[in-house]
């Protein structure tokens, strides 16, 4: 009779949990992006969230790659083609992330901040 090792049962415990928060978190972003966008939006708000939405999706692509490939070694090769997907897609969209938000990232202005003594009880 074979025995697995203690660590190989706690190894499967873990990815079981781990991949149990993934699917979760699948699950709320499917939720966000099911929503719909008003059709009076303007062209940046249509733009921002466009962008958003694709950012999301990206993530969703992380997360279910990461339940498929979650104990798998590293060599095998359609985790390491999807991973190398990924990091295509991840390039490409933070490419697209700062052609979209240069209008929105302007120069940092730090306000200064007083705070006033509180006043004292009559």
Known sequence: MVTKPDYDEHCVKKRYELSGELGKFVALVNDELSGSVSPNASDDFLKEYNGRRKT???EVRVALYNIKCLGRPASDP???AESAAIDAEKAA????YKQTHAVFDGTWI???VTVSPRPKKP
Not at 93 to 96: D, H, K, R, S, V
């Open 56 to 58: 999301m999706e990206h």
């Open 78 to 80: 359609q985790c390491s």
């Open 93 to 96: 969209l933070q490419a697209e």
């Open 110 to 112: 730090s306000i200064p």
